[in-house]
């Protein structure tokens, strides 16, 4: 499928009556994802809708109205005053004029009034739903309480289904909203949207079994120092790390611990921070994933000073939301962090009652319908006040190829399995505008600290989001040539930014320690590529003479800078090739093939760190 004909694709789940068809399929209707767009009559005068029901919900059995006492967990975002202030400061630090922000002076210039939140309280309160939490700069407000509460707090019916996620709740038809409060976001309104970890990958033999030819399988930490060219005179000294995810922590750590003493490395004092209201961590199913998180950054910073694992109950859509707020809000949060998880990127209904100016003179702010539950819109503001105060969230594109882990549709692999699932639709939150996407290689070692091949893995994530703008800082780099579905004369984000080893499932990937055994290979997928890359950069920010007063900013700001400029960039990147010099295979995830320079399947290519550290810290020749 041609980047075009994945433009006309999306187009025709938005827009009643357009369509598009490949050969031998018939054409897709504007609902083919299991779109429900409410049909609720327009809101009474001051109230609006933000219109987010679940798609899909068609596709699923509706057993009749929720279980009164059942428990449900919402975040509501407030409109934050002056975001056009915002992406002044933050085109001011891109061009070097202005050092990152703290949180306190974020929330002095840019919060939500004292007493708009107060007043937002007060409603959530009002039915019986109580507060948990609010976020400093309070455009965060998360709360609790029960299904019977949260119907009639947002004047929707939450009814129960059964369906192949399982039963779930859900609301039937868009929520409404006090209208002089600012609220532009709601989520959790349904209890079956989630991020998706990916599949851990088969183990196989060391890369350092070699035969004639590459050596194949697992990387050592000292195999990727070498192959990505980290000097041994900056290591991460200083910095720390922050993972997201959630679940159980004791075995995370035992096993990290385990993967030190394997490899001869530090034990960094590991700090557990949880979102407030969160109480039950007894989920493990996410160990391994966490454990590839955990011992890949450390692996490529062995002197960190400690790891921050930001870990909520679940990966709810809504407890997610907290955990990136609970970062961004931290003062003494790490520089960088990894979220190696991902759903459908937000995709707005752009027809209907509401966005028409005739029947709707004053139509609410568009806010996000469709494959992710408007999500979007809140971790939007969430990472652009973390990228104000010199924060990088590094996050995996996904290993569903271009397309994205589409719950929704009945085929195997839904969620984020290896699998490409057709939709050319990018994963989230890695495709937001403060967010470094990072896609995955596969990589195979020459047996000397060499490279013998690296090229882009077939299901690495990576496309346009066609529907966010590229932000200024992406702008004009060549090979970013895709259009907004909107606004055709803008150019809209891709992903990935950059890119590191995911390994691909015939046992090529990173060694790790789980439940206290060696796993050869055993750490893979672009949930490896992600935290590698923040360890990376924290190994880059400890050679910078600004660690102590900042750091170095939001990473992309860096990068897109170094990397428009031919002369940085190949001191600084290694290009993925448009074809596996092994095998004489184009190196494509399917819609995206690789090309020469920045492409939307490895981004600017993976790091030569010396080069980068040079370049953005200064510290050259080592």
């Given at each position: 499928m041609?980047?075009?004909?994945a433009l006309?694709?999306?187009?025709?789940?938005?827009?009643?009556?357009?369509?598009?068809?490949?050969?031998?399929?018939?054409?897709?209707?504007?609902?083919?994802?299991?779109?429900?767009?409410?049909?609720?009559?327009?809101?009474?005068?001051?109230?609006?809708s933000?219109?987010?029901?679940?798609p899909?919900?068609?596709?699923?059995?509706?057993?009749?109205?929720?279980?009164?006492a059942?428990?449900?967990?919402?975040?509501?975002?407030?409109?934050?005053?002056?975001?056009?202030?915002?992406?002044?400061?933050?085109?001011?630090q891109?061009?070097?004029?202005a050092?990152?922000?703290s949180?306190?002076?974020?929330?002095?210039?840019?919060?939500?009034p004292a007493?708009?939140?107060?007043?937002?309280?007060?409603?959530?309160?009002?039915?019986?739903m109580?507060?948990?939490?609010?976020?400093?700069?309070?455009?965060q407000?998360?709360?609790?309480?029960?299904?019977?509460?949260?119907?009639?707090?947002f004047?929707?019916?939450?009814?129960?289904?059964?369906?192949?996620?399982?039963?779930?709740?859900?609301?039937?038809?868009?929520p409404r909203?006090?209208?002089?409060?600012?609220?532009?976001n709601?989520?959790g309104?349904?209890?079956?949207q989630?991020?998706?970890?990916p599949?851990?990958?088969?183990?196989?033999?060391?890369?350092?079994?070699c035969?004639?030819?590459?050596?194949?399988?697992?990387?050592?930490?000292?195999?990727?120092?070498?192959?990505?060219?980290?000097?041994?005179?900056?290591?991460g000294?200083?910095?720390?790390?922050?993972?997201f995810g959630?679940?159980?922590?004791?075995?995370?750590?035992t096993?990290?611990?385990?993967?030190?003493?394997?490899?001869?490395?530090?034990?960094?004092?590991?700090?557990?921070?949880?979102?407030?209201?969160?109480?039950?961590?007894s989920?493990?199913?996410?160990?391994?994933?966490?454990?590839?998180d955990?011992?890949a950054?450390h692996?490529?910073a062995?002197?960190?000073?400690?790891?921050?694992?930001?870990f909520?109950?679940?990966l709810?859509?809504a407890?997610?939301?907290?955990?990136?707020?609970?970062?961004?809000?931290?003062?003494?949060?790490?520089?960088?962090?990894?979220?190696?998880?991902?759903?459908?990127?937000?995709?707005?209904?752009?027809?209907?009652?509401?966005?028409?100016?005739?029947?709707?003179?004053?139509?609410p702010?568009?806010?996000?319908?469709?494959?992710?539950?408007?999500?979007?819109?809140?971790?939007?503001?969430?990472?652009?006040?973390?990228?104000?105060?010199?924060?990088?969230?590094?996050?995996?594109?996904?290993?569903?190829?271009?397309s994205?882990?589409?719950?929704?549709?009945?085929?195997?692999?839904?969620?984020?399995?290896?699998?490409?699932q057709?939709?050319?639709?990018?994963?989230?939150?890695?495709?937001?505008?403060?967010?470094?996407g990072?896609?995955?290689?596969?990589?195979?070692?020459?047996?000397h600290g060499?490279?013998?091949?690296?090229?882009?893995?077939?299901?690495?994530?990576?496309?346009?989001s066609?529907?966010?703008?590229a932000?200024?800082?992406?702008?004009?780099?060549p090979?970013l040539?895709?259009?907004?579905?909107?606004a055709?004369t803008s150019?809209?984000?891709?992903v990935?930014?950059?890119?590191?080893?995911?390994?691909d499932?015939?046992?090529?990937?990173?060694?790790?320690?789980?439940?206290?055994?060696?796993?050869?290979?055993?750490?893979?997928?672009?949930?490896?590529?992600?935290?590698l890359w923040a360890?990376?950069?924290?190994?880059?920010?400890?050679?910078?003479?600004?660690?102590?007063?900042g750091?170095?900013?939001?990473?992309?700001?860096?990068?897109?800078?170094?990397?428009k400029?031919?002369?940085?960039?190949a001191?600084?990147?290694?290009?993925?090739?448009?074809t596996?010099?092994?095998?004489?295979?184009?190196?494509?995830?399917?819609?995206y093939?690789?090309?020469?320079g920045?492409?939307?399947?490895t981004?600017?290519?993976?790091?030569?760190?010396?080069?980068?550290?040079?370049?953005?810290?200064?510290?050259?020749?080592?």
């Amino acid at each position: 499928m041609a980047a075009t004909a994945a433009l006309a694709v999306v187009a025709s789940l938005l827009v009643p009556g357009a369509a598009a068809a490949s050969p031998g399929r018939a054409p897709l209707s504007a609902c083919s994802l299991g779109c429900s767009v409410s049909q609720n009559p327009l809101p009474a005068p001051g109230l609006v809708s933000t219109r987010n029901v679940l798609p899909g919900l068609a596709k699923a059995t509706d057993l009749g109205a929720a279980p009164a006492a059942a428990p449900m967990h919402v975040v509501v975002t407030l409109a934050r005053p002056d975001v056009a202030g915002e992406e002044a400061a933050l085109a001011a630090q891109q061009a070097g004029q202005a050092p990152p922000m703290s949180v306190g002076a974020f929330v002095d210039r840019f919060g939500v009034p004292a007493a708009t939140a107060d007043a937002a309280k007060a409603w959530l309160g009002s039915t019986g739903m109580r507060v948990v939490s609010v976020s400093a700069a309070r455009d965060q407000i998360a709360a609790d309480g029960p299904a019977s509460a949260v119907s009639q707090l947002f004047a929707t019916p939450i009814d129960a289904f059964s369906g192949q996620d399982g039963r779930f709740l859900a609301n039937t038809a868009a929520p409404r909203l006090p209208g002089d409060l600012g609220i532009t976001n709601v989520v959790g309104l349904n209890t079956v949207q989630q991020m998706h970890t990916p599949h851990p990958l088969p183990r196989g033999p060391l890369q350092s079994t070699c035969g004639p030819g590459p050596c194949t399988g697992g990387t050592t930490p000292a195999d990727l120092w070498s192959v990505y060219e980290q000097p041994a005179a900056h290591t991460g000294a200083g910095q720390r790390v922050a993972i997201f995810g959630n679940g159980g922590t004791d075995g995370v750590v035992t096993d990290l611990r385990a993967f030190e003493k394997h490899f001869g490395l530090p034990n960094p004092p590991v700090t557990v921070k949880h979102p407030a209201g969160d109480t039950d961590f007894s989920d493990d199913s996410g160990h391994v994933e966490w454990n590839i998180d955990t011992q890949a950054a450390h692996g490529m910073a062995p002197a960190l000073s400690g790891m921050d694992l930001y870990f909520g109950t679940d990966l709810s859509d809504a407890d997610v939301a907290k955990v990136f707020s609970r970062f961004t809000d931290d003062q003494d949060s790490p520089r960088q962090a990894s979220a190696s998880y991902g759903e459908c990127e937000s995709v707005p209904v752009v027809s209907g009652l509401l966005d028409n100016p005739i029947t709707n003179p004053s139509p609410p702010p568009p806010v996000a319908q469709g494959l992710g539950n408007a999500l979007d819109t809140t971790l939007t503001a969430i990472t652009r006040q973390a990228a104000l105060e010199g924060k990088t969230i590094f996050s995996s594109t996904g290993d569903t190829g271009s397309s994205c882990p589409v719950v929704s549709l009945p085929v195997v692999g839904a969620g984020n399995g290896v699998l490409n699932q057709g939709a050319p639709i990018t994963n989230s939150p890695a495709s937001l505008p403060y967010v470094v996407g990072v896609g995955g290689t596969v990589l195979y070692t020459d047996g000397h600290g060499g490279r013998a091949r690296e090229y882009g893995w077939t299901f690495g994530g990576g496309g346009t989001s066609l529907f966010t703008p590229a932000p200024a800082y992406q702008q004009g780099t060549p090979g970013l040539t895709i259009p907004c579905v909107a606004a055709p004369t803008s150019v809209c984000r891709g992903v990935p930014d950059v890119s590191a080893q995911s390994g691909d499932v015939l046992g090529n990937g990173y060694d790790i320690v789980t439940n206290g055994e060696f796993t050869d290979g055993g750490g893979g997928g672009t949930s490896l590529s992600s935290p590698l890359w923040a360890g990376m950069w924290a190994r880059i920010q400890s050679a910078s003479p600004a660690a102590a007063s900042g750091g170095l900013g939001f990473a992309d700001f860096g990068l897109y800078r170094v990397g428009k400029d031919p002369a940085a960039n190949a001191r600084d990147f290694h290009d993925i090739t448009p074809t596996d010099l092994g095998t004489g295979l184009p190196s494509t995830n399917g819609v995206y093939p690789a090309l020469p320079g920045w492409d939307y399947q490895t981004g600017w290519g993976v790091p030569r760190v010396a080069g980068l550290m040079c370049d953005l810290a200064g510290a050259c020749g080592m």
